[in-house]
């Protein structure tokens, strides 16, 4: 531990470092401000350039942890001394982590978040929360190159995720990937309400919101149904879902970003966050606000000249009925040379509970006023002569007694 002073310092290390801490307490403030990060929640990884982890490995300080099989990544939780408790991590069948293809890893590092790092708080003492952990042959082992020793840390329980993050961006041709882990509150709400419990349902309701959505996310945002974070069907599921989205919900749970930098990762959580918000007010004001139609959403395909056309296909496929107020469905026409239709503005329907207030009012209404009226009629008569005096008398107290009621 003597080791640690000031030259053990990975901002010194290389610039790279330097600079990414920099990113590192900018964002991390900024995910905090937006209540992405509560407590403890959230993890951040960043794929390291190799000159940058072979600049580590030359310090003089340098002093890695043992290389450990992923198989067995929950041994972790017996090699922290940072004053936390347990892993919640399994141990990842050989069979599973053959599929995510984590081998174009081999001899790359990341840069992540630690377990109980609290991402909100990388302003401060960044290093503290931060680790570096290199991927071994074939993809099969890692190794803490740096926070074992120097903190008694280990890496954030969704590492084996964000690992097969990375590879899947490598995949895709990314030459620098980020993968963020938030857990944006109104998002989360979407995913637990009926509008936005399943993957169809859920992209209707945040696409037809906002424009930037589709502009940044075209491809839609994937959907995993509740399991137990952590667990090897969670790893095995998301996986799956990773490959053709960039963003994944994680119902009950939050949302899982890969991208390129951190910059891109938090503005689509911005953009989701604020498209969900936008949903559940639509919810409350029973369906009151205007979405956009398939109409619009294929004149912004056009003018944007998005190739993805997912969102034409979902919102032609989901039902008005499993929605408060799917307002007209069908993909309409374009003109040429039409950018926007008109928008539309169909009558909402009547807020639940209200229709069956009215005939309660209406009844309780005639019943007071009925017998004043019969009251005006016998006065008239008694008046008359054509009956009783006191039957006047004897009406009036019974209309007093329904007032009262």
Known sequence: MESTGKRAS?????????????????????????????????????LMPPAALSNLQRTPWYNPGPERDLLHVSTLAADR?????????EDIPEDVLSKANLASLDGRAILST???????????EPERRMCVVSIGSRGQSFRMEYGHHEHGTIPAQGFPTHL??????????????????VHPQQLIDLSRHEEG??????NHAIYTQRIELLQNVPELVGFLPYLLPGSVRFFEEVMKVLVHHRAVVLQHHGVLIRERTLEQCLEIIEYLESSAAAALRDVALHGALHKLSNAELAALIKYYRIKNTSILELSSSVSAGHLMWAGKGGVEPIKEGTMMHPLEHPTPPAPQGLAEERPSILLAVILVLLPLLVLLLLRFAASRGLISPQLPNMMQDHAKALVKL
């Open 81 to 89: 001394t940072d004053g936390e408790e347990g892993y919640g991590v």
């Open 114 to 124: 630690v377990s109980a790092a609290r991402p909100g708080l990388l302003a401060y």
């Open 164 to 181: 097969t993050a990375h590879a899947i961006n490598l995949e895709k041709g990314f030459a620098d990937s980020t993968v963020v882990h």
């Open 197 to 202: 419990a399943t993957v169809d349902r859920l």
């Open 10 to 46: 990975l901002a010194n290390v290389d610039e790279w470092f330097k600079k990414s801490f920099s990113d590192l307490s900018f964002y991390g403030t900024r995910l905090a401000a937006g209540g992405f990060v509560p407590g403890k929640g959230g993890d951040i990884s960043v």
